[in-house]
């Protein structure tokens, strides 16, 4: 994972090869600047206010809560994140650990999948026979149109509740 160190101030302090790797910044770059520098602009006003309340009561936490976290890379384009955060004591001083993944590549193929999924249930839905699926259990997962048509929606329905000519079950 890219980890980034800021001070209280929320400076820059520390970043490893993955975190200048995966943003495109050299560390001489970073250092002394402020976290919001690798942020996209519009996001730097509602970071800085979250930042002063979350310095206030510090705790380890997962960032994002169910929204898409972005960072800003030097070229300009955005790459989503899942991020943590951690307050880090040294002496007096407190720190703040934040540990970044770049999902880019998880996205791409979550959405691959999503579109892979579509095709097969279009695919199914439209085949000119009857088509149903049943899960260990025996109860319906999936039917076709033309299931639906020739029996109701099963979806959900145990094998043995469902009506059907002897011949069909064999």
């Known amino acids: 994972d890219a980890i980034i160190v800021v001070d209280a101030d929320g400076c820059i302090v520390f970043m490893n090869a993955t975190a200048t790797d995966t943003l495109g910044y050299a560390k001489e770059e970073c250092l002394g600047k402020s976290i919001e520098m690798l942020m996209p602009k519009a996001l730097w006003e509602r ?3 979250a930042r002063a309340r979350y310095t206030s009561y510090p705790s380890p936490r997962t960032m994002g809560d169910g929204r898409d976290l972005v960072a800003r890379h030097r070229d300009g384009y955005e790459i989503p994140l899942e991020m943590s955060l951690s ?10 650990v934040v540990a970044i ?6 996205r791409r193929a979550e959405q691959a999948l999503r579109e892979s999924e579509a095709r097969f249930k279009a695919a199914i839905e439209n085949l000119p026979f009857l088509f ?3 899960d260990i259990e025996g109860r319906c997962i999936m039917q076709n149109a033309s299931c639906r048509d020739a029996w109701g929606d099963q979806v959900g329905k145990l094998l043995d509740d469902v009506v059907m000519d002897d011949d069909m079950r064999a």
């Open 101 to 106: 993944r770049d999902v880019t590549v998880r």
């Open 87 to 96: 307050p880090l004591m040294v002496n007096t001083a407190t720190f703040f």
């Open 47 to 49: 970071h800085r206010t």
């Open 132 to 134: 149903w699926s049943y």
